[in-house]
């Protein structure tokens, strides 16, 4: 008989993280875990939530059902994207986990269960969290990272500041997250200085609402991609929105896990749109699904790991941006020792 618990842990950052809308120092997820050994990552969004209570009750109702079943196949992966009773993130947390138990029990790999091609030539995005203009432009300036996703969309006088100081920097390219936080004449704006400044990939630059201006916003800009985000999370939303973007960020927290991300993924590169793979702030555990699925990507932003103290998990490398999959990766990612003492909760 299958086993099934949930633990929760409180992750310290290198630097608190902070978005147009939230932020924090400590991410506290949790891990769904199938006899002992295979783990999803259920990782809350810093902007909006579900409470980890919500989470927790949700996983538990998703063990219930998951221990009936006498022996899982990839068909119980998809029979958990029909628990819409169960939040998104928490099925993603278990479809994860099942993934790695199907792998690890077959000894073939996570992504050769759901027929997707191997992972290979990854390179994601690093982060920029808002903090002061000088902050983040030293942090910019800095990094070693080749290819920065920088937060705006708060403050626009800290908005200028940090896009005219992207003018000067050399060797890195740039990709913008307002996070929804820019008005449309803010959006039009930015975008035209932007464009002049060669930054050609810009991420939620308004509430999903005015997604009807985007096209007017770039203007003429071919160059210029206007990723969605927020409110797209489904076939479903991509179909209402599709005329107006030029691509999506699929995130497999929001989605409800691997099979329906996979499909997001396919809709959006069927009408010829770009596909963005993202995450939360997490561990290996949770981007490890987008990782499976990378070869539907256009762009990567999976950086949830870097963003840590420290990653929980072996079996996922990054190396300045360039991701690398170990082939002892059947069963998904190896938690590290000790680590559920180090991270535990208290409460």
Known sequence: MNSFHHVKLDLPLKKTFSVSGGSTSVKTNLLAVMNNRYIGEAATSVKSGPTITDLQSDLE??????????????????????????????????????????????????????????????????????????????????SQYPVLKIKLGEDRDRDKQVITALEAIQGKEFRIDANGGWTPAEAEENIYYLNKIGVSIIEQPTKLANVVDWPHLKGKSEEVHLIADEGVNSVEDFEKVKEHVDGVNVKMEKAGGIVDSVALAKAVRDAEKKVMLGCMVESSFGIAPSIYMSSLADY????????????????????????????????????????????????
Not at 303 to 308: A, E, F, I, K, Y
Request: contains cysteine; glycine residues 8%; hydrophobic residues 40%.
């Open 61 to 142: 109702t998703g063990f219930e059902r998951l221990a009936k079943v006498d022996e899982p196949t990839v068909e119980t992966v998809a029979m958990i994207s029909q628990w819409t009773d169960i939040h998104p993130i928490a099925r993603s947390a278990l479809t994860g986990m099942l993934v790695h138990y199907l792998s690890g029990e077959s000894k073939r790999y996570p992504w050769e269960l759901l027929s997707l091609y191997t992972p290979v030539g990854i390179t994601t995005s690093m982060t920029i969290g808002l903090d002061t203009a000088k902050e983040m432009i030293e942090a910019i300036t800095t």
């Open 300 to 347: 990567c932003d999976l950086d949830g790991p870097q963003l840590l103290e420290e990653d929980i998990a072996f079996g996922i490398s990054n190396d300045h941006g360039e991701i690398t999959v170990d082939r002892e990766i059947i069963g998904g990612p190896r938690l590290k020792r000790d680590v559920v003492e180090k991270y535990i909760a208290t409460d």
